[in-house]
């Protein structure tokens, strides 16, 4: 899709453009295929929006979010990881190796990379793969917590888990979207607790 901007989507020309510069992009690829990157921070108060809709549960607060690749969120939130020194985070880690226990976290956000040109390009990774980010943010989440990732593709849920919704993520006319996709894990039984036959 080509840049709806005056700008003409080359990567000089967005860095000064007013509309583009620093609005919602903190990386600008300079070999995107479309000349038209949108792969950097998240839209500006999108966890505001995220929090304040209860997509992550009812009680969710931004305090409670274990933000797995986690970019220059460290700036802003409590619990980060990512796999880069440079991001900052609260812990470098691996999210598809996350060194916590089970149950550990109320909700957990992830922001992969979204294919394996911009994990290189941009960050010079190899991509980890959404279904295994999935399966260790869903482990570390507590039974009833919600899991959320931001990609341009909808994985299936993670083991004892269920798909709960799907939502357009776009900055605007003009721009694409993108799925925030969350997903809740199951409570476990409760201990000590039988159904009575009837
Ligand atoms: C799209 S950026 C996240 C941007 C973030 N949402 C923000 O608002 O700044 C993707 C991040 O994933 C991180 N990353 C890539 N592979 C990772 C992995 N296996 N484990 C943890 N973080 C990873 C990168 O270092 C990069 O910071």
Not at 55 to 73: A, F, K, M, P, Q
Request: glycine letters at 8%.
């Amino acid at each position: 899709m080509p840049s709806p901007c005056s700008c003409n989507g080359t990567t000089e020309a967005r860095l000064r453009c007013l509309r583009h510069r620093g609005r919602t992009f903190d990386v600008l690829a300079s070999d995107d295929p479309d000349g038209f990157a949108i792969f950097g921070r998240y839209p500006k108060g999108f966890l505001a929006h995220v929090v304040k809709s209860q997509y992550l549960g009812r009680n969710v607060t931004r305090e409670d979010i274990l933000h797995v690749c986690s970019g220059t969120l460290s700036e802003s939130e409590r619990w980060t990881v990512d796999i880069r020194a440079e991001a900052c985070p609260w812990v470098q880690a691996s999210g598809t190796a996350l060194p916590f226990r089970d149950a550990s976290f109320m909700a957990v956000m992830l922001d992969p990379p979204y294919s394996d040109e911009y994990a290189r390009n941009l960050y010079k990774l190899e991509n980890p793969r959404p279904s295994w980010l999935l399966k260790e943010a869903a482990r570390v989440v507590r039974p009833g917590g919600r899991v959320g990732i931001l990609h341009v593709a909808v994985a299936f849920a993670p083991p004892a888990c269920r798909l709960v919704k799907v939502y357009g993520i776009s900055t605007g006319v003009g721009f694409r979207i993108r799925a925030l996709t969350v997903y809740e894990k199951a409570q476990s039984d409760l201990p000590g607790f039988t159904c009575a036959p009837s």
